[in-house]
């Protein structure tokens, strides 16, 4: 896939474990909507991700300098991106949300008669995988196209990436393979009080979540320049 478009990595979902006792229960996932200042994050994360990540992402394997380039140029003005923070401040997934005139996707431009489609991207850290991080950025996109009036939601990726296949059977997207690519779309209900009160919700929630690290972070931080504490 082109490095203009959202891309296509998805973690794998999570399982159970333990012999007759209870599933570890997974960590409150909190996805917060991203601005530019957090471009070099962003870097950061897609830097990390490993050949065979890049290429499940973008649908090829991209150098550093191109990579740098995809997140230099996302117009956030246009594009909304999401990301889910760990304790330290480092995205551990993210998600993005491009959005385009109908036209630009004939493969779905048949199913909506909406002006816009919207398609979306995902990839997490590998530290991360297996906590759901990646359903709850798409629920997360799902809901903001909702809420903008986009009853198409479509994602592209390799036919071999099995977890993302899995992820669009799930959400009951329509799914057409063709040259080893798949393209598969969602649609959406249209906007309700209720979505629009959860997707505010949800946003708050990460915030709050997202000021506490910061917060935490930074006394720690202080902490570790005080004399006699010792660095972790």
């Keep these: 896939m082109k490095t203009g478009r959202a891309g296509s990595q998805a973690p794998v979902t999570a399982g159970g474990s333990g012999s007759g006792q209870a599933k570890t229960a997974r960590p409150i996932i909190f996805v917060k909507e991203l601005s530019r200042r957090a471009r070099k994050r962003l870097l950061r994360h897609f830097l990390a991700l490993s050949s065979g990540d890049r290429l499940l992402r973008f649908g090829s394997v991209l150098s550093d300098d191109l990579v740098s380039r995809y997140v230099e140029n996302i117009d956030f003005s246009r594009d909304t991106v999401f990301g889910v923070y760990d304790r330290k401040l480092r995205l551990l997934g993210v998600g993005h949300l491009a959005f385009a005139p109908r036209e630009a996707l004939p493969s779905v431009s048949a199913s909506t008669t909406k002006e816009r489609v919207a398609e979306f991207g995902v990839s997490v850290a ?3 995988r297996g906590l759901g991080v ?3 950025l798409f629920e997360r996109a799902a809901i903001r196209c ?3 009036d986009i009853d198409t939601l ?3 990726c390799l036919s071999s990436n099995k ?3 899995h992820i669009a059977k799930k959400a009951g997207m329509a799914i057409h393979r063709d040259y080893g690519e798949a393209d598969a779309y969602l649609k959406l209900p249209p ?3 209720a979505s629009v009160l959860q997707e505010a919700v949800q946003e708050q929630a990460a915030m709050l979540d997202y000021t506490f690290k910061a ?3 930074a006394a720690l931080k202080w902490l570790s320049n005080l004399p006699g504490i010792k660095r972790d």
């Design 134 to 136: 990646g359903s709850r």
């Design 191 to 193: 906007a309700n009080p």
């Design 215 to 217: 917060n935490l972070r």
């Design 163 to 165: 977890v993302m296949m």
């Design 126 to 128: 590998a530290s991360a």
């Design 154 to 156: 479509y994602m592209h």
């Design 146 to 148: 909702r809420n903008v």
